[in-house]
């Protein structure tokens, strides 16, 4: 089997409905590109005129178009006893400007008659007057029945009348939406049959083709898709980590891998599949979510193996206790226990910074005990790359001293109403000479920065170049409530290359303090090498 | 259909292998009365011999029995060529002095030859030895058949040849383990209807019965389960909260309100099940678990709704956006607050703190444009229930002021590398006083907090019972950098309830000030509502 099956992704719609997640537009721009990269053939961008956000990601998109994948508009069918072409809704959704629209309409009688209070008729003519309309403005249309299984369950013969009203109409997808996610496997299995059979011999003005959008409702949404999958549907709409409303959506990220390597689909290609893992932990990190280490194929705990036995028989012949490589998702076994899987990490990641440390050198074990001790206080390098290249120099010897630091203190003060007032002074030796400095900013944090960047300014003119691009703050042990360890995430940037930097700390200014600091020192220390390597050049 | 199926929970011993998961004697007892107090018929409770602990649990529930489960000692096969009777792994499971022993054994033959280094032979003796001994001992026993699905497929009759064997020698349940996690539904469908044939005429010491047991690394774990009982499977193992290795074991927590809500099977009874909500945060309280609150049907989101549209039609009739009721299982309908929300959320929110508005109010018309002027700002209240109640109710003009804030000032200050200090000096005015107290803490958010507690605390005394239980933060727009706006989020207790709060702004102590503030003030709020509830009651 080798059959193609077309993966849908509404993490930017249907995910973002998730309650505690909201994404900014570079956000979703970011998110976007990164699903393009992994070669997902459509991408729902959002319901434009809904939110004015989406509106303008969709110009954004049309400024700079993704490579890969279609970006697709989702909206709803035009309003009760109106006409489609004066619809400023569906007028929304044309100034998007994708090739594709995804429209939802309703299939349960109790949705037409109770909710939209109007008559089965006119729902019917919603349908097709909608889809009449996209169609005649050129756009391609994938007709998402809402409430599907519900509807078919209550009324099967007008819950088919409008998939035949849409697909006659001009819709090329019929999607069916378990909405509710109240539906289980074995009925999708046998609904699905149905309702294909239900098609056959119908004349459309396109080729049909079926797919599945489900919810987690009942815990079930992964079999539920593959269920229908395997009763012929092949498009499967679902969302990154299975983020959204209530239980949230189908997870792509266990959806592909059980598609493309256990049942032989074509998805997203072999080498595609391989980012699966990097691209769920850089959404939870845009999210600002926290990872789900115990998620399927992805999660930092899938492949993990603990107790002698179990490791010894894992190593002799992973296949025992592992249903799945777990190289072809892109994550790693991990063996809770034994450092040796942790030496090879370290060797093969600091490969990737051009250092080649080797396995019987006491520092490369001196290196893995000091990172797994800093990971013990909660220091992650996995987003920090630029932190853990200083502490492997720092640990072979070769780390440069640019500055040292004597200390700092912050002030902030509010009165009343007023606005708080933040100040900061650091004390720093630069090349024999200490430097006093102090700076005022509207946080704790910028205040610091500011007054660190003035000390060094004159040293280090090429400072002025560095920006702080993204400032992330996750709370450690929440549990602890206010004396709880943080973590600070702090990317940089020179224009050319950027790079991230952690601190930890309980006090969220000592983290934000040391994160701040390794950014700058890093940026100087990129500016160095390029130096170097150019003069080697010249010569 | 009212069959029976056997729930078999094994929370206490494979739910403990989770990763980050670690159970104390007190907290496994705990646990278990939970469990015996919903009705599970069956409660692994670890494997004596392997593990002290577990020998000490089974003898404090000879102790003090449980009422209505049967409690479970679990163990392996007798070692390759040995005796049952001399094997001191399984004299440690007679001393548990259970009823009934769970046995596992390989069905796999790579795992015979290369897991335990014997023959095919040998390994069908030391089920039959075992399970004749335990017999012979006057225990019932529950066969495992570990790693079913994957030996099955790699050798039928060799596999079918393991549960015979089983069978024959006085095991009264088999079970099918898919204990890598890595099979589908459809799989189990297929394997498990030509098993069950296969037993099909075969003489046997007892009626046979058939058990599942599934791991979660496909993200199919609970649609495995049911895939199984639709076969005639009539035991179904897993986990409170789904527990477990790698990605967990089938959640009980989902497959009960499934099995007995959705597909009729009587579990543990229509009463027991509305304490299926409370079971599973109990759980997740004693292991020191975040809840998950996106699980299905019990997860804090599993019944929420946000958006205008929807939430009117779920008012009118719940039927349209909800799969179940979701006090069926103990849970609660939660109307979310946010951008997207019309007057219909304000209000039915306001319901739910007991404050009734009218729809044609000109107050309710202020508290919506407040909230989305709040929401522009960058504040959230869908988790922050508690400032949203104080937000209405100074709207309303009916919040009470329990103290004025003059001001703050926080110090932080660090000296090379020693630690970094931090002092906080707060101005309150309570009762006509001005109070201004100053304390230390280990961050400048914790010093905070505690000077507001010193100037509080001899007016309200009542605030040495509150806690501050979470605390979150999120940087809204990470692209400025350090000079972001933040939100923070803090959960405060006063041991019986919890209430979240939120502060934005660009300066994360002020966020935090804010936020803290707002907590102490509503903990005082409720504590007062309590007091004259009571008096209420009294006279």
Not at 59 to 66: G, M, V
Not at 415 to 444: F, M, R, W
Not at 498 to 503: D, F, L, Q
Request: charged share 20%; hydrophobic share 40%.
């Amino acid at each position: 089997m080798t059959q193609p099956l077309w993966i849908y992704d509404t993490t930017l719609r249907d995910g973002a409905q998730r309650e505690g997640l909201s994404l900014s537009l570079d956000d979703k721009l970011r998110i976007a590109r990164q699903l393009d990269s992994l070669g997902i053939p459509f991408i729902e961008g959002g319901w434009p005129g809904a939110n004015p956000k989406d509106v303008q990601f969709f110009w954004k998109l049309q400024e700079q178009p993704l490579v890969h994948s279609e970006v697709v508009a989702f909206c709803s069918t035009r309003r009760p006893n109106s006409h489609a072409e004066e619809d400023d809704n569906l007028k929304a959704i044309l100034s998007a400007g994708t090739r594709w629209v995804t429209l939802f309409g309703k299939s349960w009688d109790l949705h037409v008659t109770e909710g939209l209070q109007t008559t089965l008729t006119e729902n019917l003519a919603m349908i097709e007057d909608t889809i009449k309309f996209f169609r005649s403005q050129g756009r391609r249309v994938i007709y998402d029945a809402e409430h599907w299984f519900d509807g078919y369950k209550a009324n099967p013969n007008y819950a088919l009348e409008t998939l035949k009203t849409a697909a006659k109409a001009g819709a090329e997808w019929l999607v069916f939406c378990d909405t509710n996610g109240g539906t289980l496997p074995h009925e999708i299995t046998q609904i699905v049959r149905e309702v294909i059979q239900a098609f056959k011999g119908l004349e459309t003005p396109f080729p049909l083709q079926f797919g599945i959008h489900t919810h987690n409702d009942s815990g079930t949404a992964v079999g539920n898709a593959i269920a229908a999958v395997l009763e012929g549907v092949n498009m499967v709409q679902g969302t990154i980590n299975g983020y959204g409303e209530r239980c949230g959506n189908a997870n792509l990220c266990t959806l592909i891998p059980n598609l493309q390597l256990k049942l032989g689909y074509n998805c997203i290609g072999d080498e595609a599949i391989k980012k699966l893992t990097e691209v769920s932990r850089f959404v939870s990190e845009v999210a600002n979510l926290a990872p789900d280490d115990h998620a399927p194929f992805v999660g930092l705990s899938a492949f993990s193996h603990k107790g002698g036995i179990h490791v010894s028989a894992v190593q002799k012949n992973p296949l025992t206790y592992e249903h799945l490589p777990p190289e072809t998702i892109g994550n790693q076994r991990r063996i809770v226990v034994s450092d040796q899987a942790g030496l090879s990490n370290v060797l093969a990641k600091a490969r990737t910074f051009g250092i080649d440390l080797d396995r019987n050198n006491p520092t490369s074990r001196k290196i893995l005990q000091q990172l797994k001790d800093l990971e013990n206080q909660g220091y992650q390098f996995e987003a920090a790359e630029a932190s853990f290249d200083l502490l492997m120099r720092e640990a072979l010897g070769t780390r440069k001293t640019f500055f040292t630091l004597k200390g700092f203190q912050v002030h902030c003060d509010k009165s009343s109403d007023e606005i708080c007032h933040a100040l900061a002074t650091v004390k720093v030796t630069i090349k024999g000479q200490d430097i006093l400095e102090a700076a005022e900013g509207n946080g704790p944090v910028s205040a610091l920065d500011a007054a660190l960047r003035k000390a060094l300014m004159n040293f280090y003119p090429m400072i002025a170049e560095f920006q702080l691009r993204d400032y992330k703050v996750r709370i450690l042990d929440g549990g602890s409530g206010t004396s709880a360890k943080t973590r600070v995430l702090v990317e940089s940037s020179n224009g050319q290359q950027r790079w991230t930097t952690v601190g930890v700390s309980t006090n969220i200014i000592d983290a934000s303090y040391q994160a701040v600091v390794e950014g700058l020192e890093y940026g100087l220390l990129l500016q160095q090498q390029e130096q170097s390597v150019s003069i080697v050049t010249v010569s």
